[in-house]
């Protein structure tokens, strides 16, 4: 085959995270579980890395990547160099692999639209923060510093309000 559509999604339930991508050509999804400090974000942007890599590995020339998180779609269109380090990893892949000759779209897609290959990816996304395959990520700085703080206002609020 040599073209695909891969969907993509991230998830957080219960202080777990998880990450997934779908191909529905070959029916076949990639579910990881990655460290509970990671943000939705990161979650996101390490599916769409996750499923570059998945492209790279079968050797398409052709594939389009969905996602209903806007934001990181914007991020990677309009990255800086010292961004995010999945952002950057996301950015070095894909220009790799235009190198070799393959064409790589991204498109937004809404979440929750009935959308049925978008509610098995979401689907698969809950199901890795249990089941996922175990993924080191090098979880960003911000990501964190946000759980931290996340963490100090709750306390704050038992002990004050």
């Known amino acids: 085959m040599q073209a695909t559509d891969n969907r993509i999604n991230g998830s957080k339930i219960n202080n777990t995270c998880g990450v997934a991508f779908y191909d529905p050509q070959t029916n076949y999804s990639g579910m990881y ?16 890395l996750q499923a570059l890599a998945y492209i790279d590995l079968r050797n398409l020339v052709d594939a389009t990547i969905f996602s209903d998180s ?24 894909w220009v790799a692999l235009r190198h070799k000759g393959v064409k790589v779209e991204m498109v937004w ?21 249990q089941l996922g395959e175990p993924l080191e990520v090098k979880i960003p ?14 306390n704050w609020q038992k002990i004050y309000l």
């Open 33 to 48: 579980k990655v460290n509970s400090l990671a943000s939705i974000f990161t979650c996101e942007a390490t599916a769409i």
């Open 70 to 93: 806007l934001g990181t779609l914007e991020k990677l269109c309009h990255f800086q160099t010292g961004s995010n380090h999945i952002v950057m990893a996301i950015i070095d892949r």
């Open 109 to 129: 897609v809404r979440a929750h639209a009935g959308i049925e290959c978008n509610s098995r990816v979401d689907w698969f996304a809950k199901k890795a923060t």
């Open 141 to 154: 700085y911000s990501d964190v510093i946000g759980t931290y703080k996340q963490k100090a206002i709750a």
